[in-house]
Nanobody, 121 residues
């Protein structure tokens, strides 16, 4: 049993910053052996979009969507089974529900329930 819980969302004005946190619990080995861990976001009526995360394939790589590159930074604290998303210079288009995602090495996939980010003047 693995659970992911996001926090840190809220209402902000354009140009401000937020830091999202995702804390995992359950089988700790899952967080040590994974194919992907990171963040998606989704707005009503749209498909869920990969925002940023870590892939282990091909020696490991960090991914950022073009829309957030140079503004967002994904990081993790392995000792605490925690994933972060630092979001700077937020824009209205960043408004979405942000979800934490983990794909384990055994191919099981886990999702948090999401945290809402709303960017408006």
């Amino acid at each position: 049993q693995v659970q992911l819980v996001e926090s840190g969302g809220g209402p902000v004005q354009p140009g401000e910053s937020l830091k999202l946190t995702c804390v995992g619990s359950g089988n700790t080995f899952t967080f040590k052996a994974y194919n992907f861990m990171g963040w998606y976001r989704q707005t009503p009526g749209s498909e869920r979009e990969l925002v940023a995360g870590f892939f282990t394939a091909n020696g490991g790589t960090t991914y950022y969507a073009d829309s957030v590159k140079d503004r967002f930074t994904v990081s993790r604290d392995g000792a605490r089974n925690t994933i972060f998303l630092q979001m700077n210079d937020l824009k209205s288009d960043d408004t979405a529900m942000y979800f934490c995602n983990l794909v384990a090495a055994n191919k099981n996939e886990y999702w948090g329930r999401g945290t809402q980010v709303t960017v408006s003047s």
